[in-house]
């Protein structure tokens, strides 16, 4: 479907007509747009120190690979009310002829003092063959309060960081929605190429810091943090998640790749 409006986010109208035709409209490409494209996940984290505040914010969208020439972004609200697209960079492949997208940013000082940090309303773009698609959220558009933390608008489960210690071990921090009070965590790993796996438990963590801002779990959006650590041993583990809750079972396994010891945090 192609659009030919400027803002498609807009919830103004200068008459009743016009307005249920644009509502419509937003209805309709984000219905066509569950496969073109979509939000995977945004996380805004606002962190202090030596009397500086900034605020780190990470987008991941995943489009169909309709062919190799697209623009991908965020088109985002600016504290002024007009909208602007922020520009993805391809972050790898996302399997079954979909890829994986990525927007980045950080704001030191936006608008004026005391707001420095913002809350953000945005949705996602994707423009290939002449033809532009958007996921805004059934036509709410997505909102994230600065502080918040991680929001998963499809996912169930998902990594969101993984390190090497000195020691040789790994510690993994997953983002699970909070889909019930008893589930189970588990990592899945193997250190030589899958011809055997391991288990370890993850367990729940009431708060965590991602550099130097501090986030609730679980946060406001049903997102609860949990870690587990792959202990030191022969070989490069690889891994993947599994999340039991109500008698399903979630899996995120990297789009079929498996995750690498060693994955920046989202």
Not at 78 to 103: F, N
Not at 127 to 141: K, L, R
Not at 173 to 191: C, E, H, M, P
């Amino acid at each position: 479907m192609t659009t030919t409006r400027t803002d498609p986010l807009s919830r103004r109208g200068a008459l009743p007509g016009l307005l249920v035709a644009l509502c419509v409209g937003l209805f309709s490409s984000s219905a066509l747009a569950a496969d073109e494209v979509r939000l995977l996940k945004a996380v805004s984290t606002v962190s202090s120190r030596y009397g500086q505040t900034w605020q780190d914010v990470t987008y991941l969208l995943v489009v169909k690979n309709l062919a190799y020439e697209k623009q991908v972004a965020i088109h985002d609200k600016q504290p002024d009310g007009t909208w602007i697209d922020l520009a993805a960079s391809y972050a790898g492949d996302a399997g079954t002829g979909h890829e994986l997208w990525k927007v980045t940013r950080q704001y030191q000082s936006w608008g004026t003092s005391p707001q420095p940090t913002r809350d953000l309303e945005f949705v996602a773009k994707y423009t290939v063959n002449g033809q532009t698609y958007w996921d805004n959220n059934g036509g709410a558009n997505y909102q994230l309060v600065r502080t918040n933390g991680p929001l998963l608008p499809r996912a169930n489960v998902l990594v969101g960081s993984s390190y090497w210690q000195p020691t040789g071990e790994v510690d993994i921090g997953i983002d699970v929605k909070n889909l019930a009070y008893t589930k189970s965590v588990t990592v899945v790993y193997s250190t030589d190429n899958w011809a055997t796996s391991h288990e370890v438990a993850a367990a729940f963590v009431p708060g965590y810091s991602v550099g130097y801002a501090y986030i609730s779990s679980p946060n406001p959006y049903g997102v609860e943090r949990w870690q587990a650590r792959i202990p030191a041993g022969s070989g490069t583990p690889q891994y993947y998640i599994r999340y039991e809750v109500n008698g399903q079972t979630y899996w995120d396994n990297n789009f079929g790749y498996n995750y690498p010891p060693i994955y920046p945090p989202l």
